[in-house]
């Protein structure tokens, strides 16, 4: 349907007429196509009309109420109200559609009050000449309706939705000849009315009764702002503090600033006035921002400011590669490609290296660290929006940071008060806390918007007002008065043309900014809604997709968007790329759409993106995912959501984690009645729960979910993998004995499943925690089984290691070491060889021979440890996750500690930096002990006795209660051989019942691993109380059983202490 009302003051003009009656303006016709709409709608009913009809004949009736109705139109129109329908014996009116009107609720408070004095001179000649009483109630509603036509008939254009049954609820309550209001149209004039006390109401339909006020009289007159750049005021004390900093960073002292603020406060305001400060100086300036649909999709924000800082945002391909490498010359080839990836100018013909997601932010933010500390060129890096940051760039600017005080840079990110991540607490942080201006401020801004023009002087009182120290108000309420023309002129130059009625703007001002769009010409309008469905920037290409329109159209109407200042163009070559002003601008085009139109717009981009090239469709398979949420498509988005963590799997976990979870959301939406509905809520929480001990944090509240859904045969896929994550989580964490109670049920499913190459994969943390428990001979057995089912292949079953086929070998290794079973050592170089598929394995390779072997007795700390562990300690920086990075650093650690030299100092940082990892949940926990047993012998060493005993006790104590024993020997014998130096009363007792403890502790028996030191300890105790005897028997066998083992390190302080 079409309808002329007048674009510019919403008057309805007469039939036929070109120009507007009220303000002049030419009269468009303007498309009624169904959209949401913000409006105030008005009943208004005649009391008691039957009594009316009783008391006339009809032809009288039909003039009565013709003359009331005629009335009551005319004063609808005068105010920009549009009548939506008569029925018998009242009337509905709109106020803001079609034609959307900032003041809807105003205007249509004073039309009620101009009715009801219409209709009491009426009523005085109607009552003189009948005898009857007339007399209306009128009710007011506000909220969001749609409007559009309904049928074919271009007359049916109305408003459905329940703020139009509550209007006629608001009708049935008012008094005679009165006007009720609802709470909703109450809280938007209550500043501009006269009201009556708040009510409590019943009305039909309603379970409990309703607050309402009666409209009494218009009282105060307020306006709101609108959209006008203007200079910057109120904000001289940051911008000279910002300009200090920036001096100082032009000097050589680096900083971190946040620039904090509601939205329309002015944040990026202040940035833009900061960047001009900036390059009046010659410093580099370069920035990003972050979109709130782009959360959950990885490096998003750090992408752009990587090709804004290397200036490649208008290169084609090849020559943003060869200007990437021009920059950056002494890079590494691998990191290079890295961060070719980054940057979106991968040559499709280049493999990217195969590194873990937190190698890849490492090394890319390494290469970014460096290039900043090296150069010299002062620079200021603007990040705006960061409450929107998604976690891959919030992660890698924050490491980032870490080096600005070496630079001569300045990092300037803007964020909304409730945004408490990394970015919000970086170290030497400084924070501005932007303020509402005050009226003085406010008013020096709408003056220089307005002018100062004697017939101003009221309208501008009103804006600073209402405007409540937001300048983005101020602007938007000075241009939507300057487009409808209540003001003419030029900025600062206005003289008031049209008297108006004050204004209240709803919160988010949807109806100011709405006002403004339907102004636009249709293909603006268009354009623009199809821009919203896009994002805060859009390029050209998929609009295309989305818009019917030619190529002249679409650039007419992008023009057009770009003078109105609803959007800005921000990039030219070598494609056009646009972006909204002010993201409330997009919220609201967005949102005045039916969510059907915008489902279809959502279905089409994520077709568009699915057609394009079989290169880049796994990387637009979070954006594919959430435009078919969006539209509704919840199966599909489901797969979509499941296909971008796998992709992401291997290059950020934590960016994988976040597409499973959307995915288990959507799964948990589908119908009861969708097919494989269970396996598909199951299959999302078992890769969360399998690789939660990557991530960090708790698996048991969503294993139990799991389990509870994993109840048929199809489901044991599923509860596997979960139940995997589960067991890794309870041993890493300390909780042996728990991994110990459910690996029984865990091998039972892996033999129900029965398909062997999932048994390869899955097996391993069944494994893990029978050799934690030093279950040496059921570990053994179940590496077999691997190594059996694997037939050579290191790769096979990869599911939640690089290479099952290694660590099964490597297991089966240290725990015929711990039995004393020859060919360990062959068994653990094969389980090297198998690794090297893997770095990630490979690291944890070197992490079985040296964290195992050295503290057991069983290998030498000496060069060959060192130059082994050093390598797997680079492999991890440059290639492995973090998990991988701090089992390297805990071996390493080991290593330097137990070699006598300089590099126990290092030793000893190292395995701080891991203590610090597992306690804050980065790392496992049972690696604390192990830790806390080498800062015991640490502190022996030193003479600290009491010291030593005390932290081996508890790690004693640790290992007894969790269930992970291999420590225990030489944690027991830190603290017997401390006892006895210090030799205190009661030091050889406890001596001997630690002794016995050891001896007794609930393994598998004649583990070779507590024999050598219960040997040693067992003379070392025999020499403190003078038995020579005692003493020598125990060191001989002690000296005989180190060198039948071949245990080099009990064999070397065998020898020693002989």
């Excluded at 009337?91 to 009050?113: K, S």
């Excluded at 976040?658 to 097919?675: F, N």
């Excluded at 060192?866 to 071996?891: P, W």
Aim: net charge negative; aromatic share 4%; charged share 20%.
């Amino acid at each position: 349907m079409t309808g002329s009302t007048c674009q510019r003051c919403g008057t309805e003009p007469r039939a036929g007429a070109r120009f507007c009656d009220a303000c002049g303006s030419p009269v468009e016709v303007v498309t009624t196509q169904a959209e949401h709409k913000q409006v105030t709608v008005l009943f208004a009913d005649v009391v008691r009309s039957m009594d009316l009809a009783a008391a006339v004949d009809s032809e009288r009736l039909r003039e009565v109420m013709g003359d009331l109705f005629n009335r009551c139109g005319a004063v609808i129109q005068r105010y920009g109200g549009t009548v939506d329908k008569f029925t018998g014996d009242g009337i509905m009116a709109l106020f803001g559609a079609p034609i959307a009107l900032e003041d809807h609720a105003i205007r249509a408070c004073v039309a009620a009050l101009e009715i009801q004095t219409e209709v009491a001179g009426l009523a005085h000649d109607v009552q003189r000449r009948d005898g009857v009483a007339l007399a209306l109630r009128v009710g007011l509603n506000s909220g969001d309706v749609v409007v559009g036509q309904i049928g074919s008939s271009p007359s049916n254009y109305t408003a459905i939705g329940a703020q139009v049954g509550m209007a006629q609820r608001m009708e049935a309550v008012a008094p005679q000849g009165g006007v009720m209001l609802s709470e909703a149209t109450a809280r938007l004039v209550e500043h501009v009315t006269v009201l009556g006390p708040w009510q409590l109401v019943t009305i039909k339909g309603a379970a409990e009764p309703v607050a309402a006020r009666s409209l009494q009289a218009m009282a105060s007159k307020r306006t709101l702002a609108a959209r006008i750049e203007s200079t910057l005021v109120g904000r001289d004390g940051e911008i000279e503090s910002l300009t200090a900093i920036l001096n100082d960073t032009i000097n050589g002292q680096g900083c971190v600033v946040g620039v904090t603020a509601p939205p329309g406060i002015g944040k990026s305001r202040i940035c833009r006035e900061l960047i001009k400060v900036a390059q009046a100086r010659g410093v580099a300036v370069f920035s990003t921002f972050c979109e709130s649909h782009a959360r959950a999709i990885a490096f998003t924000a750090i992408a752009r400011l990587v090709r804004d800082r290397l200036r490649l945002n208008e290169l084609d391909y090849p020559t943003a590669r060869a200007a990437l490498r021009a920059q950056l010359a002494g890079a590494d080839s691998e990191d290079l490609l890295l961060l070719d990836d980054l940057v979106g100018i991968r040559d499709p013909t280049e493999a990217t290296p195969n590194v873990s997601a937190d190698a890849r932010r490492r090394r890319l933010t390494s290469l970014l660290q460096t290039a900043a500390v090296a150069s010299d060129t002062p620079t200021l890096y603007i990040i705006e929006d960061a409450h929107w940051i998604d976690e891959a760039s919030e992660s890698m600017l924050a490491d980032f940071m870490t080096i600005v005080t070496e630079t001569r840079s300045m990092i300037v990110v803007t964020y909304r008060p409730e945004y408490e991540g990394a970015l919000s607490r970086p170290a030497g942080f400084r924070v501005f806390a932007l303020e509402p201006l005050d009226d003085s401020q406010a008013s020096t801004i709408t003056v220089e918007l307005l002018g100062s023009h004697p017939s101003l002087s009221d309208l501008a009182g009103r804006i600073i007002e209402r405007c409540a120290g937001n300048p983005f108000y101020v602007q938007e309420i000075v241009r939507e008065y300057a487009e409808r023309r209540v003001i003419v002129g030029e900025r600062g130059a206005y003289q008031r043309q049209q008297e108006v009625d004050d204004v209240s703007v709803p919160p988010t001002l949807q109806a100011t900014i709405g006002a403004r769009i339907d102004r636009l010409s249709a293909p603006a309008k268009r354009t623009l809604n199809a821009a919203t469905v896009i994002g805060s920037r859009f390029g050209t290409d998929l609009l295309a997709v989305l818009l019917e329109d030619a190529d002249d159209v679409r650039q007419a109407a992008l023009a057009e968007l770009v003078h109105s200042e609803l959007i800005d163009q921000v990039m030219f070559t070598p494609r056009a790329e646009y972006a909204f002003r002010h993201p409330l601008v997009q919220t609201v085009a967005y949102e005045s759409q039916l969510k059907l139109a915008r489902a279809q717009l959502h279905r089409h981009l994520a077709a568009a993106l699915q057609r394009c090239n079989a290169a880049t469709l796994n990387e637009n398979a979070a954006s594919i995912a959430a435009h078919l949420e969006a539209a509704g498509d919840l199966r599909e988005a489901f797969g979509w959501h499941m296909c971008a963590g796998t992709w992401f799997a291997n290059r950020d976990i934590n960016a994988a984690r976040t597409s499973w979870l959307l995915a288990r959301q959507l799964a948990d939406q589908l119908p009861a009645d969708e097919p494989h509905r269970t396996l598909m809520r199951a299959a999302p929480r078992a890769l969360l729960c399998g690789s939660t001990w990557r991530a960090g944090g708790g698996v048991a509240d969503g294993f139990d979910e799991l389990r509870d859904l994993c109840t048929q045969p199809e489901t044991r896929v599923p509860l596997a993998m979960g139940m995997a994550g589960l067991l890794v989580e309870q041993t890493h964490h300390g909780r042996n004995r728990e991994s110990l109670c459910l690996t029984t049920e865990y091998l039972a499913l892996l033999d129900a499943i029965g398909e062997p190459e999932l048994v390869v994969g899955l097996l391993y943390p069944a494994i893990h925690a029978k050799h934690e428990a030093c279950e040496m001979t059921a570990a053994v057995e179940l590496a077999q089984r691997v190594i059996d089912l694997a037939g050579g292949d290191p790769t096979k079953g990869n599911i939640l290691t690089g290479s099952p086929l290694a660590f099964a070998a490597a297991m089966r290794a240290t725990a015929r070491c711990a039995m004393g079973q020859p060919d360990w050592k062959i068994d653990l170089d094969q389980a090297i060889e198998f690794s090297r598929v893997d770095p990630t394995t490979y690291v944890s390779m070197i992490m079985f021979k040296y964290m195992l072997g050295i503290p057991v007795g069983a290998l030498p700390a000496d060069a060959a440890a060192l130059t082994d562990t050093q390598n797997a300690l680079g492999i991890a920086q440059r290639c492995s996750e973090d998990f991988a990075l701090h089992m390297a650093q805990l071996t390493q650690g080991i290593v330097l500690v137990s070699i006598d030299g300089g590099e126990r100092s290092a030793g000893f940082d190292l395995l701080a930096e891991t203590r610090s990892a597992a306690s804050d949940g980065r790392f496992m926990m049972s690696a604390i002990p192990i830790i806390d047993l080498h800062v015991a012998a640490e502190r022996a060493r030193m003479e600290d006795f009491a010291g030593a005993i005390e932290l081996s006790r508890r790690v004693i104590a640790a290992q007894l209660e969790s269930g992970v024993l291999w420590h225990l020997g030489s944690a027991t014998s830190v603290l017997v051989e401390s006892l006895l130096k210090r030799c205190r009363d009661t030091d050889l007792a406890e001596a001997q019942r630690a002794i016995h403890t050891l001896a007794t502790a609930p393994t598998e028996p004649d583990l070779v691993i507590f024999q050598l030191p219960l040997l040693k300890m067992r003379a070392l105790l025999a020499q403190a109380r003078d038995d020579a005897r005692g003493y020598r028997s125990h060191a001989d066998r002690y000296l005989a059983l180190a060198q039948a083992l071949g245990f080099q390190g009990h064999l070397a302080t065998a020898l020693a202490d002989d």
